[in-house]
């Protein structure tokens, strides 16, 4: 940890947060949100919060602030002060009130009005056997900023990370936020990131999860400016016992505001996942739209994907709304026709589960990041 | 570079689900000679093609195939195609998200045993896309995907222009063919036609053979080779349908369809 004083504000944020956690529980079974997501067996307080390895990559035009969280909390205490949480409230259960209190680790991005940084941005997070990982990304984006930043999750061993992304584009900002989630397959792992657009703003989330015992990842994004896009694009790999329970939520609250969601898993083993999308538009959001399409896909009859598509429409003026889900295995005649052709069984069985993610893979704006995905992907197929 | 192996089939059984389809069926293919195998609709046609190549569905209960000293039937269907066993597949299936190009990469590759360069393939899929009258564009396509039966049926013969199969088998290529693309199958056939190649042409009309001109004619009927002759057999058949080698044969089989379509 950055040997920094901590400023006012966060030290009673910290203080505010302790004592919730004295009162809050893991959030339970009979919380409908969590109803196929078992956290028995957590006891938070096994894990040892340390200082968090976080290592930041890529050089910023000048004004534009890219670095760790905690230093940044001290030397611009009046932005952190006005974004941190705001997004995603501290006092919902044992987890949120954790991270805000133990908060151990983070990264601030600010990118003023109308700054286009060039490359991506990257962050990695990094923890450790025993650790307890409390992480915090902070993305604010000035009015007609550009920027695009890309997570990595990773560790060794069995340890619990709890993180919160919040991204703020502001009126006319382009922002791309990207992670690939590689963390240890015996780690507890929740991330919860939150976003809000401005007026006509354009906010593209892709992502890829691939690690963790379990994994609880949210994206829940409020689609509120007039005139404001949003993409949502994840790929899942689950093998083992893995457990990956993945939100995908939009939120519209402006008119002619448009959004989509895009899932697409491969499983194995015993491998159980869950993957819920929203679309959601609100009343007075006229002319929205919003589109979802989720797909599984099981190689072992023992692995279960629970698809959880959702649409929730309070106005009645809208441009078009639609989801569509399946879950299906490889198709055996596709096989043998590969397999004719002087492949294996395990090369064409790859082959057709890069075939069947592509349509998420090619999406992705960054191809070093694209090409880990495909690699990390065919690895979990082996 | 490869050499040919005559494929051997001897008293061949096969059953789809319990029911019987190939009856104790014999053919010899030499290397070097073009075979055609004619029959109507139910005759076993298909069937044949699937249990050589050993789709796991067809299921072979008596007889031998053996390419050159190989046993066929005790190999699976990759290791099938590696020795030189190819199927030109009646309805090639469709596999989106996986380009022509990178396929048949990695189906070169495979068959090969060892990675094809990139240059090396680009120049070899340039020159036998020229050969069957392919545009470029068709590499970047997704495999079968959105492709009009001629162009899956070219597809499936550059393919085999690719992976020079010992022996190939074309299971009903030319159905649904306009002339053009008839003519194009022709060609990619004839380019391997050689000492080392040798194919079995399925089919249900006369028309291709005077495309590819065979060296020898089998008439498959209720699952078993019932009649072989030369390029003229398919000429009568043309002419006359089946029903008189039933006739001559005494063959009284409700499930096949009399004459041809």
């Not at chain 1, 064409?348 to 069947?356: D, I, N, P």
């Not at chain 2, 030189?84 to 998200?97: T, W």
């Amino acid at each position: 940890m950055p040997t920094v004083t901590e400023p006012r504000f966060l030290e009673e944020r910290r203080q505010a947060a302790r004592s919730l956690t004295e009162s809050l529980q893991l959030p339970a079974k009979t919380d409908e949100a969590w109803r196929r997501t078992s956290l028995e067996g957590l006891d938070v307080t096994q894990y040892r919060p340390v200082p968090a390895r976080v290592t930041l990559k890529g050089s910023v035009p000048d004004g534009v602030i890219f670095t760790d969280l905690l230093t940044a909390a001290a030397e611009h205490a009046d932005l952190v002060a006005q974004y941190l949480g705001k997004l995603f409230p501290m006092d919902q259960n044992l987890l949120s009130a954790s991270q805000a209190a133990h908060l151990n680790g983070g990264v601030l991005l600010y990118v003023p009005r109308g700054v286009v940084v060039p490359e991506p941005l990257q962050v990695v997070y990094e923890a450790a056997d025993g650790e307890a990982q409390y992480v915090h990304t902070l993305v604010i984006a000035e009015d007609n900023a550009e920027v695009t930043l890309l997570e990595r999750y990773e560790g060794t061993g069995d340890y619990l990370s709890v993180a919160v992304v919040e991204v703020f584009p502001a009126q006319g900002a382009r922002v791309r936020y990207g992670y690939l989630q590689n963390h240890s397959q015996d780690a507890w792992a929740f991330v919860f990131r939150r976003g809000v657009t401005g007026r006509d703003a354009t906010l593209d989330w892709v992502g890829g999860e691939f690690g963790g015992a379990l994994v609880r990842s949210e994206i829940v994004n409020n689609v509120d400016g007039a005139g404001s896009e949003s993409s949502l694009k994840v790929v899942f790999g689950a093998t083992d016992r893995q457990h990956q329970d993945i939100v995908a939520a939009q939120i519209h609250s402006g008119p002619f505001s448009r959004s989509d969601i895009l899932g697409r898993g491969v499983l194995s083993g015993r491998a159980h996942t869950v993957f819920r999308g929203n679309g959601q538009i609100n009343y007075a959001a006229k002319n929205a739209s919003t589109f979802q399409r989720q797909q599984a896909l099981l190689l072992s009859d023992k692995a279960r994907a629970d698809s959880i598509p959702a649409l929730i429409i309070n106005e009645h003026e809208v441009e078009g709304a639609g989801h569509a889900a399946t879950v299906g295995q490889l198709d055996e005649e596709q096989l043998f026709y590969l397999q004719a052709r002087g492949l294996t069984r395990a090369e064409a069985v790859r082959m057709l589960v890069l075939a069947f993610l592509a349509p998420v893979l090619e999406q992705i704006p960054v191809a070093e990041l694209r090409d880990e995905m495909i690699q990390l992907m065919g690895e979990k197929v082996k | 570079m490869t050499t040919g192996a005559p494929l051997i089939v001897k008293n061949l059984h096969v059953s789809i689900e319990g029911k019987e389809i190939i009856k104790g069926l014999d053919l010899e293919v030499k290397p070097g000679e073009i075979h055609a195998i004619m029959g109507p609709n139910g005759a076993g046609k298909t069937t044949l093609g699937f249990a050589l190549m050993g789709h796991p569905r067809y299921e072979v209960t008596e007889g031998t195939v053996m390419l050159g000293d190989q046993n066929v039937l005790e190999m699976d269907v990759t290791e099938r195609a590696k020795a030189g066993l190819f199927l030109a597949f009646q309805y090639p299936f469709e596999v989106s998200g996986v380009t022509v190009a990178n396929f048949l990469r990695q189906a070169v590759s495979a068959v090969r045993g060892e990675e094809i360069g990139v240059w090396e393939f680009q120049e070899m899929l340039a020159e036998k896309m020229q050969l069957l009258e392919m545009d470029e564009s068709f590499a970047g396509r997704y495999l079968n995907e959105g492709f009009s039966g001629g162009e899956k049926k070219r597809n499936e013969m550059l393919q085999m222009t690719l992976l020079q199969p010992k022996i190939a088998i074309l299971d009903e290529t030319d159905s649904g063919l306009d002339i053009d693309a008839l003519k194009v199958v022709a060609k990619a056939v004839n380019s391997l036609r050689g000492p080392d190649f040798g194919a079995i042409v399925i089919t249900h009309y006369h028309r291709i053979l005077d495309h590819i001109r065979p060296d020898v004619v089998h008439v498959l009927m209720n699952g078993r080779i019932v009649k072989t002759g030369g390029p003229e057999l398919a000429l009568e058949i043309e002419k006359k349908g089946y029903d008189w080698i039933k006739a001559e044969l005494g063959i009284v089989d409700e499930t096949a369809e009399a004459g041809v379509k």
